[in-house]
């Protein structure tokens, strides 16, 4: 915390710099400086080693939200978004590397870095997800917590409206090409990244139909994005903690450690049971 000017306070609170107003009391979040090499070298390993904060589309109807980086689990990469593309930060120098570059505001990149692990075991490779939002109704708003109201449009999807049709990705830290999975249709869907094989042969995808009453879980592979269901439910009402998934993160299966298998939790017969399903 520190003063800048006899009525402004300037402070850091995760990741970001903020500029306190005194007068008015108006909060600004300060955009971050580019950084060169020098200053990189010079920033201090504290700040390096811990995640910082990123801003991406949530399609909630309020614009972009506050999100933190996830760690790879070699402790060598924390990876973001800037701006529409994957942007991974070197825990080592702070260097930025961008894993894509063709990311719009029609067609834009995000990482789940709170509700799935997207990092693959060994921290070579993650999933990230895309968006095309080109079908989806505008919707104008404000931005009222700045001196001066400033418009803001968002994207939003009313009751009948087009969703975003998502698409699931792999992409390598060090060459950055996306594979992509090949999940069939995905309109009207909602994607669900179940998680990596300890060996890294596979991942597993739960696939929601809209309106949450069928379900289907993939199989691909990340090196070619060949994908196959391995198991598809359906009920004539809603599926079992439907809205937990999609927009929680109570989550109805769990991988075995050992990859073999996973668990799944289902009311398929009107009652709350385990099944255990083999990958063999």
């Known amino acids: ?20 107003d005194l007068a008015t009391y108006a909060l600004t979040r300060l955009p971050r400086p580019t950084a060169n090499e020098g200053d990189r070298l010079a920033t201090s390993e504290l700040t390096r080693q811990r ?5 991406q589309e949530s399609f909630t109807g309020g614009g972009e939200t506050r999100n933190l980086e ?8 924390y990876l973001g978004v800037q701006g529409h593309d994957i942007a991974l930060r070197s825990a080592t120098d702070g260097r930025t590397l961008m894993r894509t570059t ?70 390598d830290v060090v060459w950055g090409r996306p594979v992509t999975l090949r999940l069939g249709d995905t309109r009207d869907s909602y994607l669900e990244f179940m998680g990596w094989l300890p060996d890294e042969s596979r991942v597993l995808v739960a696939k929601y139909d809209r ?18 269901v391995i198991l598809a439910e359906r009920s ?5 903690n439907h809205h937990e998934v999609v927009w929680g993160d109570d ?15 289902s009311e398929r017969d009107g009652w709350d049971h385990l099944y255990r399903y083999d990958l063999a």
């Open 211 to 228: 309106l949450l009453h069928g379900v289907e879980v993939w199989s691909a592979d990340p090196s070619t994005g060949e994908a196959r």
């Open 51 to 55: 995640p910082q904060a990123f801003w």
């Open 102 to 171: 063709d990311g719009t505001a029609d067609s834009l990149w995000t990482v789940e870095t709170r509700r799935w692990e997207p990092w693959s075991p060994s921290g070579t490779r993650f999933v990230a997800q895309r968006h095309d939002v080109r079908g989806m109704q505008k919707m104008l708003g404000a931005q009222w917590l700045k001196m001066f109201v400033e418009p803001l449009e968002t994207r939003w999807t009313r009751a009948g409206g087009e969703l975003p049709v998502p698409s699931l990705h792999v992409l």
């Open 236 to 240: 004539p009402t809603f599926l079992t």
């Open 1 to 20: 915390v520190a003063f800048t000017a006899p009525q402004q306070l300037r402070f850091e609170l995760e990741g970001d710099s903020w500029q306190l």
């Open 70 to 77: 996830r760690r790879s689990p070699d402790g060598r990469w």
């Open 251 to 265: 989550f109805p299966w769990t991988l075995l450690p050992d990859g073999s298998g996973f668990l799944w939790r």
